[in-house]
């Protein structure tokens, strides 16, 4: 059983990750790149969860 510690932790990770995402997004300069980012954040393994 995880302590609490350790799913605040997780949990900001993937606010952290999540918001490097989107600001990567905001900074696309190409639809081809903001489809590639959308298909790495999708992937579930690369949010933590």
Do not use: C, Y
């Not at 350790?6 to 081809?32: F, G, H």
């Amino acid at each position: 059983m995880s302590s609490v510690t350790t799913i605040w932790r997780e949990r900001r990770q993937v606010a952290r990750t999540r918001r490097a995402i989107d600001k990567a997004l905001s900074r696309t300069s190409s639809p081809a790149m903001r489809d590639e980012l959308l298909t790495m954040a999708s992937n579930s393994h690369f949010l933590g969860r």
